[in-house]
């Protein structure tokens, strides 16, 4: 029942460092359905973080193609690509990446006040906040959060525009196991629930046992 | 030494992996340096140049016997040479005409007798002994400079056109100088007459300028002069020729000192730009710093880290400044000596005096303000604590300013300049003016976290309205990066003042001029001497036509003028002599206080004089005061009716009526007139008459009065050129501090960018946020620029003006260059603003995001 909703033909990246160049991702074949839960795992530097980035439109890959439902983003301008980001897929960083001078509320809106010139309607924000648990929290700074709370954000801000796609790049890999494991809970449910296509890269056995498929990566290719 | 090279490593290779800011921050001080030892060096030749006319031109004298006006009786040098212990004496003329258009140059004439003056200057003539008899021959005989003949192709044996007052004298060119002695002065326009043909164009027959003295040097020097003055009449001194040096100085000072505190504007921007440099460093490094302190670097040592950074760029900047000072100084050389040709005195420089003394003080003041401008961010880098190394993630590097602490200081500084501006002048100087001026400055940077604070919480909404999530973001990003927004703002606001206050002082000066010459200077048509516009007061109308004045058809009554450069006091002043009757029935004069008609009546009878403003103010006289004026009639004694409003000369001037002043000085002569026509007799008949009797022999220059207006306007015009010069310097050091601190904010936010692109957000929204940014940078700077500004005019109107020039300029707001110098900022910072917003939409998304 493969519907290519994702799909990775023959994707390479090299980055050139000096004189010799690192093959990050070699001749990559992927195909992803939609609704479908992937995780990704294998040792430090073998190109998990390249491939998510490349399917979530913030770098191009060399060589190949990467098709989103039918769309060659490969082939995308910066323009189209940003609007990909924005509308389409929602990422979730090891680093969390909040902004530091937002408030909690105005990280989340980040996303949809680049799109419609203006914060979400309330209820909405309101939704997210208190299923993440956050609402009494909403006008705090990031750095007065705590690494599970930052992360919880990070994962509101990347479902305020409600994109079909989410990648997640070891979310939880800075933290502890207790809220770890929430965040992983979160996004099977954003699975379950409310059929999001997702894209994990993970080093834990949880994770990839969430997961419905599990891909094994070693020295940019697909085992 | 090991450390010391470590530590010089890091440094280096900061400075070169930021070269952008380095080279931005060098430029800065390069700049400043560069406008100030311009100014200086321009002034300093000027000076140079006349003092070195003087010098060649009095030769080897070491006595000078001279008066001032229009000369004594050649009698005095009879009775001057029998003096005992003079070993030598000769008369002199000296005199600047004007060569004929279309050369149009001044020519300083230097009337010499050709045997007695044999031991006290040195000219060579190109030729042989025969040929040097032709200058004594012919009674009108000329000998120019070699230069001068090369430069305008004359030849031995042509002929030149003088304009000798209003006179056209016509001489032979009969021998050539070599470039020696006298002849170098003022780029050698420069012609040697015989003294007899020189009393006949100027009509001085029977008349001397000056004797020069050679003194036997064994006998005591107080001795001769006794002697000297026992045999001189009054109203004639004797002066040793050392205390001659030092004249133009006094005359210049006023002017030289606003065009000092003004050349220091661009350092003091530059210093802005140095302070953000440095600190933006420290910013960027506290995780090294943190590093090596926690390693073990003391804070001695990181203090001297950041402070060799500062010495570095300074030291470079300053270098590259001395180059674009000498560039820019040619130019300078030419404003300069435009403007203190127009207002006091002509000197004609063109080969810079490149002094030392000037380069050393612009070098060390260069080095000097970078140190000093490094010291705070220096410090802040020295009390990073070694744990910093250790912080991961966001990094807090937010500096909290204390609104209320930064508000009250400011407001101590400004009442401090309050107090200062108020006090007296110093040695006939606004000393405690320009402080009060720089506290002003100060006080009000102290306000700028509170009022752009203030500012952009009242924007914010407005700029979420026109500029939608990208207005929203500029406005939380220039909250929270006050710290470093404040000295952008510092910088572009103090440069920003500074033309605001100088326009609004300019304007209104030019208002109170243009008024001025409106009312006081009234008349339908004005004659100067042809030669008026480059002799000024040595200049005088021939006295046929002066006489016939009065009896010309169609002429009601003639205001005349005269003026003598005198001294009142040891300073420079102006004696002059004018129609009491005219004065008293056609004029309008504007008295600062008392009764217009009492005054004038009191005045017009000659039981009284009047005096300028600006010398009531200089020496501290007022109305019904008494003072003494040197005459040839000996010291005398004079009350003062009253004060009044005058703006053409900032020595300050006495107004004597026309018959006492003949009476003493027996001069009936005059420099120009203003004519009152007869009802009915129209200006051009009247242009008519004046040309058909006196075109042949003369070269006059008659103008209306709207014409004469626009002359003025335009001679003030040129003086303050050189002030919009400078500023337009400024402006441009604020302008590079701009995309500076933009620079720098883009690269401390990288990963911000990285995040919000990221997230969705187009190039042309991240591009957009930054010029949004640097729109308000400008806005903010434009109207703490306005407030500052407002501040510093009043103080230049009132304080520094009025101490140094002695006038009162009516406060006026012009407007329309206010709305036009915003445009124009808020233009030129958004357009600053481009090079970072390019450089913040390019950044890579995911190197961004990988950067810690
Ligand atoms: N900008 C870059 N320039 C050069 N090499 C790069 C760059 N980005 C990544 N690489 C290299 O590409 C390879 C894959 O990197 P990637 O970040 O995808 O690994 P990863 O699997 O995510 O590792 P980790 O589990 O440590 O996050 C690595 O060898 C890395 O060194
Ligand atoms: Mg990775």
Redesign the interface.
């Known amino acids: 029942m493969e519907d290519h909703f994702i799909e990775l033909i023959n994707v390479t990246k090299i980055y050139h460092q000096g004189d010799n160049p690192v093959v990050a991702l070699d001749h990559i074949n992927l195909n992803i359905s939609k609704g479908e839960f992937v995780a990704i795992t294998g040792k430090s530097g073998c190109g998990k973080s390249t491939l998510i ?1 490349i399917i ?1 439109g ?2 191009s890959p060399g060589q190949g193609h990467v098709m989103i439902n039918g769309e060659d983003t490969s082939l995308m301008d ?2 189209r690509l ?2 990909y ?3 389409r897929v929602g ?1 979730i ?1 090891q ?8 408030n909690l509320e105005e990280n989340i809106a ?2 949809y ?3 419609e ?2 914060n979400p309607p309330t209820a909405k924000m309101e939704r997210l906040l208190h299923e993440m648990g956050l609402y009494e929290r909403r006008y705090h700074h ?2 007065e959060l705590s690494g599970g709370e930052m992360q919880r954000v990070a994962i509101c ?1 990347a479902l305020i ?1 409600d994109p079909a796609i989410i990648l997640a790049d070891e979310p939880t890999g800075n933290l502890d196991s207790v809220s770890g494991k929430q965040v992983l809970e979160i996004l099977r449910r954003l699975r379950n629930e409310q059929g999001k296509t997702i894209v994990l890269v993970t080093h834990s056995q949880e994770g990839a046992a969430m997961a419905d498929r599990v891909l094994r990566m070693h020295d940019g290719k697909l085992l | 030494m090991v450390l010391f090279h470590l530590l010089k490593n890091i440094t280096l290779r900061h400075l070169r992996l930021h070269k952008g800011r380095t080279i931005l921050s060098i430029i800065g001080i390069a700049l400043g340096v560069g406008v100030f030892v311009s100014v200086q060096m321009a002034i300093h030749t000027a000076i140079e140049s006349f003092n070195a006319t003087v010098d060649h031109v009095s030769g080897k004298a070491n006595f000078q016997i001279t008066s001032f006006g229009r000369g004594f009786s050649e009698e005095v040098y009879l009775k001057v040479k029998k003096v005992p212990g003079v070993k030598a004496a000769t008369p002199v003329i000296q005199y600047t005409s004007k060569m004929d258009e279309p050369i149009g140059e001044p020519l300083y004439l230097l009337g010499i007798d050709v045997f007695s003056d044999q031991p006290f200057r040195e000219y060579q003539f190109y030729q042989s002994e025969d040929e040097g008899l032709l200058f004594l021959k012919d009674p009108h005989s000329i000998a120019i400079t070699e230069k001068l003949a090369n430069r305008h192709g004359l030849k031995k044996g042509e002929k030149i056109t003088l304009i000798v007052g209003s006179k056209k004298v016509i001489l032979n060119i009969t021998n050539l100088l070599k470039m020696e002695g006298p002849a170098n002065s003022l780029e050698g326009n420069f012609g040697l007459i015989d003294i007899a043909s020189a009393q006949e164009a100027l009509e001085k027959v029977g008349l001397i300028d000056r004797i020069d003295l050679m003194v036997d040097k064994s006998k005591p020097i107080e001795a001769i002069e006794r002697e000297l003055r026992k045999v001189i009449p009054p109203g004639v001194e004797v002066r040793r020729s050392d205390t001659r040096s030092g004249q133009i100085e006094k005359m210049v000072s006023a002017f030289h000192l606003n065009l000092t505190a003004l050349s220091f504007i661009s350092l003091i921007v530059g210093m802005f730009l140095i302070y953000n440099a440095i600190s933006i460093s420290v910013i960027q490094r506290r995780r090294e710093i943190g590093i090596l302190r926690s390693v073990g670097l003391t804070r001695p040592q990181t203090l001297r880290l950041f402070m060799g950074e500062a010495v570095w760029i300074g030291c470079l900047g300053s270098l590259i400044g001395i180059g674009i000072g000498i560039g820019l100084a040619k130019i300078m050389l030419y404003l300069v000596s435009r403007t203190i040709t127009a207002l006091y005195i002509l000197v004609k420089a063109e080969h810079l005096l490149i002094s030392p003394t000037v380069l050393i003080a612009g070098f060390g003041m260069g080095v000097l303000a970078s140190v000093l401008s490094s010291i705070g961010p220096a410090r802040e880098a020295s009390r990073i604590a070694p744990k910093e190394a250790l912080a991961l993630g966001t990094l807090e590097t937010k500096i909290k300013i204390r609104l209320r602490h930064f508000s009250l200081i400011g407001i101590g500084f400004l009442i401090l300049s309050f107090i200062f501006a108020l006090q007296k002048p110093i040695y006939h100087r606004p000393i405690l003016g320009f402080l009060a001026a720089l506290l002003i400055l100060i006080g009000v940077s102290f306000l700028i976290p509170s009022v752009t604070t203030l500012l952009n919480r009242l924007l914010a909404p407005l700029l979420g309205f026109l500029f939608g999530s990208e207005g929203k973001l500029a406005s939380r990003y220039i909250h929270d990066s006050m710290a470093r927004t404040v000295i952008t703002i510092a910088a572009l606001m103090t440069a920003l003042s500074m033309l605001i206050s100088i326009s609004i002082m300019i304007l209104s000066f030019r208002k109170t001029v243009d008024l001025w010459v409106e009312q006081s200077i009234n008349g339908d048509v004005f004659i100067f001497p042809g030669s008026y516009s480059i002799t000024g007061y040595s200049a005088l109308l021939p006295l046929e036509v002066s006489r016939a004045l009065p009896s010309l058809p169609g002429v009601k009554a003639v205001d005349s003028f005269r003026a003598l450069e005198a001294e009142y006091q040891g300073q420079p002043a102006l004696i002059a002599s004018v129609d009491g009757e005219v004065f008293l029935n056609l004029k309008v004069i504007r008295f600062t206080r008392g009764n217009r008609q009492a005054i004038l009546q009191q005045f017009a009878a000659g039981q009284a004089i009047l005096v300028t403003e600006s010398f009531s103010i200089k020496h501290q006289v007022k109305a019904g005061d008494r003072i003494k004026l040197n005459t040839p009639k000996g010291e005398k004694d004079f009350l003062i009716a009253g004060v009044f409003y005058d703006y053409s000369s900032d020595w300050g001037m006495v107004l004597l009526e026309k018959k006492i002043f003949q009476s003493l000085w027996d001069d009936e002569t005059f420099h120009s007139a203003g004519i009152y026509l007869k009802e009915g007799v129209s200006q051009e008949t009247f242009k008519e008459t004046l040309r058909e009797r006196y075109s042949k022999p003369y070269r006059l220059f008659v103008v209306s009065h709207r014409e004469l207006r626009n002359e003025v306007l335009k001679i003030f015009d040129q003086t303050f050129a050189i002030t919009y010069a400078l500023e337009f310097i400024a402006i441009i050091v604020a302008i590079l501090g701009i995309i500076n601190s933009l620079n720098a904010l883009i690269i401390e936010r990288q990963r911000d960018i990285g995040i919000i692109r990221a997230v969705g957000a187009f190039r042309r929204q991240i591009e957009k946020t930054t010029l949004i940014e640097a729109g308000m940078i400008g806005f903010f700077s434009h109207i703490l620029g306005l407030l500052c500004g407002f501040l510093l005019s009043v103080l230049l109107i009132y304080v520094i003006n009025k101490q140094s020039f002695g006038w009162t300029i009516q406060f006026s707001i012009p407007l329309w260059s206010l709305i036009e110098s915003w445009l124009v900022v808020m233009v030129t910072s958004i357009g600053a603003g481009f090079i970072p917003a390019r450089r913040a939409a390019k950044m890579n998304v995911v190197e961004s995001l990988r950067m810690e």
């Open positions: 980035n979530g913030l770098d910066d323009q940003t609007l980001r924005r509308d990422i960083f680093f969390f990446n909040l902004l530091p001078i937002l980040l996303p006040l680049l799109r010139g203006s990031p750095h801000r525009n």
